[in-house]
């Protein structure tokens, strides 16, 4: 591929070209030049797109797509084509298909369906065997497989003793383990945050508690053993203090927070549309700036879709019955550009790559060409015509947007939006 991308404002703070407005000159995946008005001498194919901005490609860490068992709620081969027409040129796979993805043959798996794509698929093994939490999967087994990371989607460890174990074990090769956080003690039967909003409609809640409590511990866990936990999805202010604390006493904790709790809040429940209905739960406005400022501090390490299809079947039915997730590839920078300012947003889209050991690529001549090209300004409306997944449980529906991603530039291809 050869290819030269005009008057380019790069957005990347680790690039000698920050902010400047360039052209890009790509020849075998790799950027040969960067400069203003590069010559066209060998009529090589060129990109010229409305205020066009280039940064690092984007890094999702918590996508789910369903294959294998659930592909009619998303395919590996759709899936990858949705992140990257969304900006993503890696995402982490979480586990939760069916057959689990808990050893080394249900990694390779996926990563042969995997291949051959724009966007990277880095899978994240089961950190218990089939995540049900009694019995330690096959870890080291699973890394050398590939697997970037251990955790049970959405499923917290109760056995403080395993987690401490696998803690302990994945430092022998410099693993991450990855902690959902959130007391099922606690969360009981609840659906909804605890709050003003469940009280009135009458849903049964989940106190921000199931989450503080369990995400203590574990950072206790942390402080005993040592090693890297990833505490992924964090949703309430209190858990970012906690957090925030750990890291200044030294323990190797990193974080994410999904796009719909830096956008939405509880008060999304009042029509009891399940599309609202995600793990942890949406919180309240209180919870949702300390969140924003959590990001803007330094405290939170990364912005995760945290994308999970779910057929309508598990989704089209009474609130307390229907299964938890939205999906968010498709809306995440629009949705993340009405809240927070675009070096933020870039900045949190790209740096989960050194926590997940993923190769940062900065934009400069000789690097590997790892783009992702957008528009920061154009304001819409995100509507059904927007999603590209084959599961249609988005909670931004009818929600307003800015910013336009044209397409990805990566492994020597370019998919245009």
Known sequence: MKLIIRDAKIIDSKSPFQNKTVDILIVDG?????????????QLEELKLDNLHVSQGWFDSSVSLGEPGYEDRETISNGLQV????????????????????????????????????????????????????DMAELYDMQ?????????????LSNANLLKIALQYVQDFDGLTIAFSQDENIKGNGVANEGIVS?????????????????????????????KLHIPTVSTKKSVELIKEAKKN???VSCSVAVHHLVLTDEKLEEFDTRYKVSPPLRTETDRIALLKGL???TIDMITSDHNPIDIEHKKMEFDGAKSGTIGLESAFGALMTVLPLEIVIEKLTAGKETFGIEIQTINEGSSANLTLF?????????????????????????????????????????LA
């Open 296 to 298: 803007t501090e330094g």
């Open 83 to 134: 992140a990257a027409k969304s900006g993503f040129t890696a995402i982490a796979l979480q586990p939760n298909s069916f057959p689990i993805i808990d050893n080394q043959s249900q990694v390779n798996f996926v990563k042969n369906k995997a291949t051959g794509f724009a966007t990277q698929l880095y899978p994240i093994g089961a950190l218990t065997k089939e995540s049900a939490g009694k």
């Open 250 to 252: 030294g323990l190797k």
């Open 144 to 156: 050398k497989a590939g697997a970037v990371a251990f955790g049970d989607y959405n499923k917290s």
């Open 375 to 415: 528009n920061p300004e154009i304001e819409s409306i995100f509507t059904k015509s927007s999603i590209l997944s084959k599961s249609k449980n988005s909670a931004f529906l009818g929600t307003p947007i800015k910013g336009k991603v044209y397409g990805i530039l990566n492994q020597q291809k370019l998919i």
């Open 30 to 42: 790799f950027i040969q030049k960067i400069g203003t008005s590069i010559p066209n001498l060998e």
């Open 199 to 227: 009280t009135r409609l009458g849903l049964k809640g989940i106190p921000n508690l199931a989450e503080e409590l369990q995400i203590a511990r574990n950072l206790f866990l942390l402080e005993y053993t040592g090693g």
